[in-house]
């Protein structure tokens, strides 16, 4: 297995910085926190993404996409990860373009996955209900009614939930919850009847909001997958979300330790920088360390999306990967905040910026307790 990136990946990760640290640092993200934009992004520059081709990146040929596979989007989300880019990546193509490549329709992917290409369609997926992530404990019903169901419930944290054109929302057509039988998924429009999107300001900048669903009337062709049998598919582009989640931690994660190294070289007490300090070098190294054994995770986790290896397998790395980087992102957050003393709290530093999304991206898709009891059952234990 190959832990390093080939030649196109290479060019693509510079290509990527580069436009990352031009067109959107922090200070973007910093603006649209300030001016409390209403979308929380900026169109045109999502528009500029799909013109280099990174909404396609993980799509079909067939449907206008690249094909370049979830290594090359894991290259780009670590680059946005590196400055907080602020955009539909995650929840419109490693989310909603990976649930209708997986469990759509003829018809549905024809239709969807080359606006997506495009960069004209955006998604969400509004799953959660409560605080802890627990899919199979989803209570948000779907009634059958006429020729299609009719959808009732609430949903919390939908991840760019009031931007997005079309909902994945989970519902149950069966079972109680707590049982994985009975899911569906299905596609919602934003403008359907009986559908509210409230916005939600987050503590990190990220958008989210809560969807509330009163007898949201859909069509049988809304399905996406087969009834009842959703969990099987939710599962699949979660682990997918979770890997992309990964990848984008650990571009944050490698921006926050190397602006803390040069704040060590910089910063002088009692003559010398205070990176001379052994003790500030363990502290160090023991972050270089941590980092390294995330970046094997998270790309050996991409790697076997691309090689298509079984479900359980890229479940088991997907858990491995999320449990590891969520940890590591709230060490080295903590890190830096500290070792760059009382300044790193101040809002006039970028250092703070990191640490609230470490706080929110350890819980999305599962925290780290989640996972590791998951990847021990994955495990047989």
């Known amino acids: ?4 990136l080939n030649e196109d990946q290479l060019m693509l990760q510079a290509s990527a910085r580069d436009f990352c640290q031009e067109k959107a640092p922090v200070s973007v993200l910093r603006r649209l926190r300030d001016e409390k934009d209403p979308l929380g992004y900026d169109p045109t520059l999502w528009k500029q993404m799909s013109e280099l081709g990174w909404t396609g990146m993980a799509i079909p040929e067939a449907y ?7 290594g090359g989007l894991g290259v780009i989300l670590e680059e946005t990860g590196r ?21 759509g329709s003829e018809e549905q992917k024809s239709s969807l ?5 495009s960069g004209g369609l955006t998604l969400a997926l509004a799953l959660e209900e409560s605080g802890f992530h627990n899919p199979a404990k989803t209570a948000c019903e779907a009634r059958a009614s006429g020729d299609g169901y009719a959808l009732s419930g609430n949903k919390v944290f939908v991840l760019d939930g009031h931007i997005a054109d079309k909902l994945i929302v989970v519902a149950r057509t ?56 959703g969990f099987e598919l939710l599962d699949r582009v979660l682990d997918v979300a979770r890997i992309g989640l ?10 926050v330790f190397e602006g803390t190294v040069e704040y060590l070289q910089q910063r002088m007490q009692f003559g010398v920088p205070i990176g001379a300090f052994q003790a500030l070098q363990h ?3 023991d972050m270089y360390s941590e980092i390294e054994l995330c970046r094997s ?81 994955l495990q047989g234990f």
Do not use: C
């Open 83 to 103: 400055t907080l880019l602020a955009s539909p990546l995650i929840s419109t193509v490693v989310i909603g373009a990976t649930a209708i490549t997986l469990g």
């Open 283 to 285: 502290r160090a190294a």
């Open 1 to 4: 297995m190959k832990l390093t």
């Open 297 to 377: 995770l998270v790309r050996a986790a991409l790697n076997a999306l691309d090689e298509q290896q079984e479900p359980k397998r890229i479940a088991q790395l997907a858990s491995a990967a999320k449990a590891k980087v969520s940890d590591t992102f709230f060490t080295v957050s903590n890190e830096g905040i500290q070792m760059h003393g009382g300044i790193g709290m101040t809002d006039e530093f970028d250092m703070g910026f990191y640490l609230k999304r470490a706080r929110v991206a350890q819980q999305t898709f599962g925290d780290a307790a989640f996972h590791r009891d998951r990847f021990a059952s």
């Open 246 to 255: 990964g990848a984008e931690m650990l571009g944050s994660i490698q921006q």
């Open 174 to 229: 069966s079972s109680q919850p707590g049982d994985e039988h009975g899911l569906s998924l299905f596609l919602v429009d934003k403008d359907a009847d009986g559908l509210e999107v409230q916005r939600r300001w987050m503590v990190d900048s990220r958008n989210a909001a809560a969807v509330m669903l009163n007898n949201v009337k859909v069509n049988e062709d809304a399905l996406l997958g087969e009834v009842d049998q």
């Open 113 to 117: 996955l080359p606006a997506i290409v």
């Open 64 to 70: 206008g996409g690249y094909a370049f596979g979830y």
